[in-house]
């Protein structure tokens, strides 16, 4: 018998989980492990709370969970709890799927004033996330800025849009809703060093702007290039390129009727955050694009900014004992292969791009390694050795079926347009298993 810990229950971790009981069948076991009670990862905190189509992929994971030779065990940190030399010793092979959950720095003057967020911390503040539950992000301005142009920047700009009819069906956290029917905010800034040609918003993410209720886009067309120069672009790019410029013509008559405006603010580069404990403003600098890198002109201006929302990507949290790349911001790694008998896969291999179902290959990819580098079963404790240790630090060890328990919980209370109501708090989901 094979015993692979897989650490973190995302879709690298879930799909990881499926490659191994695909190749190996009845003669493996796989356990499972995330820091907090509840599985599913970016999923449940990333993935954006009016996108409930995409988060039905967990109907996949779960049909992998629920095989008897797979476990969840929620509320096991590793790196804390568990070294990860002590699963080493336990366990044939450790995967690494803890996914990027840590924000990357803006590195400029006034990045820790109040008021400005990174995305990590932002998106879990209206997703639930335990760590950022009670971040409460002050919306009383009337100017936010959101920096960077990819699929996340375009995730808070249409949260803090949104009416409340607009996250029917959603499963937005109540404070976080409370918090945003209350917000003053009426001029959202998505701010790109580079130009409309560099952006990284998919097609259909950035329609959705195109479709809000009380919010229009506003694009300048000057920013524009030749659109005889779209040709030249991959499709899925010019697709959002066509989207950018049908919001630059939006007439000004039929923008104004709304009380928000979206606005791009291309070659602009943050330099400075400008406050007096809290933020006030963006000291921004013009830039133009040569070989595809943005390029200071000199030339600088302020934009005023209550909020501030940088969702510039994000990095893989280090765990003792695992080589890192500071660099790169992930486990050093070839391929998926930290050592022989340590791997890591999904975002915590190649860093925080792709979608969802990048990861599935990854997973099968590793799992084939690990078949590579022993060919057979290195005699593991495994699963019963992991108990015998939880046993005796007192771990509080949830399961699976302890997660259904929850979600049950967290479905019996939800607003009647939502489809559940997530706790927030460790503590209240141990307590509702
Ligand atoms: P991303 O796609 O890599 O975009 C990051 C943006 O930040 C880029 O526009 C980048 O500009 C900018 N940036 C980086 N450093 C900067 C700096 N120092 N100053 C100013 N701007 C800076 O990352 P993401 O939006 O975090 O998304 C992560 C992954 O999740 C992506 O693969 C994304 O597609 C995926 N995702 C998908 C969905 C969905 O499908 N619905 C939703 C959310 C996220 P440069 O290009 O100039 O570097």
């Not at 919001?247 to 602009?268: H, K, T």
Request: glycine share 12%; charged share 25%; aromatic share 8%.
């Amino acid at each position: 018998m094979r015993h692979i810990a897989i650490v973190g229950s995302g879709p690298a971790g879930y799909y990881t989980a499926e490659a191994a009981q695909k190749l190996w069948g009845e003669d493996v076991c796989i356990d499972i492990f995330d820091m907090l009670p509840v599985p599913y990862g970016l999923i449940r905190f990333g993935v954006a709370p009016d996108h409930q189509s995409i988060k039905g992929v967990t109907r996949r994971y779960e049909q992998t969970a629920l095989c008897g030779n797979v476990r969840f065990l929620g509320n096991v940190k590793v790196g804390e709890d568990v070294a990860i030399g002590e699963l080493q010793e336990l366990y044939d092979a450790v995967v690494l799927a803890t996914g990027a959950p840590r924000d990357r720095e803006l590195g400029i003057p006034g990045d820790h004033l109040g008021n400005v967020f990174g995305s990590a911390a932002f998106v879990g503040w209206y997703n639930g996330h335990p760590e950022f539950a009670a971040l409460s992000p002050d919306l009383s301005g009337q100017t936010a800025v959101v920096i960077g142009m990819g699929n996340v920047a375009l995730d808070v700009a249409r949260i803090l849009a949104k009416t409340r009819e607009e996250f029917a069906g959603s499963d937005i956290v109540a404070h976080a809703l409370d918090a945003l029917m209350a917000s003053r905010i009426r001029r959202i800034v998505i701010l790109g060093r580079r130009g409309p040609h560099q952006i990284m918003m998919t097609p259909k993410e950035l329609g959705e702007l195109g479709q809000l209720s009380r919010a229009a886009p506003y694009v300048d067309p000057r920013d524009l290039p030749d659109a005889a120069e779209d040709a030249l672009l991959e499709p899925g790019i010019r697709k959002s390129v066509a989207h950018l410029r049908s919001f630059a013509a939006i007439p000004e008559s039929i923008r104004g009727e709304l009380p928000l405006e979206v606005e791009f603010d291309f070659f602009a580069a943050p330099r400075g955050l400008v406050g007096d404990g809290r933020v006030r403003a963006l000291s921004v600098e013009r830039t133009r694009v040569e070989a595809g890198r943005a390029v200071g002109t000199g030339t600088f201006y302020e934009i005023p900014a209550d909020l501030v929302v940088s969702c510039i990507g994000y990095q893989t949290s280090p765990i003792a004992g695992v080589p890192f790349d500071e660099r790169a911001g992930r486990f050093a790694n070839d391929e998926g292969r930290i050592l022989p008998g340590l791997y890591c896969v999904g975002w915590a291999r190649r860093g925080p791009s792709g979608t969802i179902g990048t990861n599935r290959p990854d997973g099968f990819g590793v799992v084939d390694m690990i078949a590579e580098d022993f060919p057979s079963s290195r005699g593991k404790a495994g699963r019963e050795g992991f108990d015998a240790l939880a046993a005796r630090r007192g771990l509080e060890v949830v399961s699976f079926d302890d997660w259904k328990r929850i979600e049950e919980a967290e479905q019996a209370r939800a607003r009647s347009d939502a489809p559940r109501e997530k706790f927030v708090d460790v503590e209240e989901m141990i307590r509702a298993r």
